[in-house]
């Protein structure tokens, strides 16, 4: 890697931590910096397909969700969970982050949006992590939940 490049990857992950306090701000630029500088390495002979290829958009949330159109509250949390996942790049996420993107995508929410993710947890869509997130409990989208919302939910022939 070019050191114009390396210095480019540096400044970058400098500009992602600035705001965090220390210890965070150290760590997270390590983490950062470190997968910043993992993307530009190409082994030899590879072409640099995931770097010269655009990266596929995703569409914003409320657009995603009202492609989809569910109607159950648990199709609404599958559904964001998916957008997370793929459009969003997250891969544990909680209820507060699901409550917020019912209100991006403008859709009622549930009177108890804890039960909603128990029921997607007992039909195996969502799973929790062992790890909490601001205190609460962190879920992941299973790979049953990717199914269920590939082939139930995703008629709309979005392409995902």
Not at 123 to 144: D, F, I, P, V
Request: include cysteine; glycine fraction near 6%.
């Amino acid at each position: 890697m070019e050191n114009d490049l390396i210095k480019e990857r540096v400044q970058q992950a400098l500009d992602c931590v600035q705001g965090l306090d220390e210890p965070y701000r150290g760590i997270a630029f390590q983490v950062i910096l470190k997968e910043l500088l993992r993307e530009g390495i190409v082994p030899e002979g590879r072409e640099a397909s995931r770097l010269d290829q655009p990266p596929k958009s995703f569409p914003p949330i409320n657009e995603f969700f009202s492609a989809v159109h569910p109607k159950a509250y648990t199709d609404a949390v599958i559904t964001i969970a998916y957008h997370l996942l793929h459009g969003e790049k997250i891969q544990t996420f909680t209820i507060q982050e699901i409550a917020e993107s019912l209100s991006k995508c403008r859709a009622e929410k549930p009177k108890n949006l804890s039960d909603v993710l128990a029921g997607c947890a007992r039909n195996g869509w969502l799973a929790e992590t062992n790890q909490k997130q601001r205190g609460m409990k962190s879920w992941y989208l299973t790979s049953t939940g990717e199914k269920y919302f590939q082939t139930k939910l995703n008629l709309a022939g979005n392409g995902r």
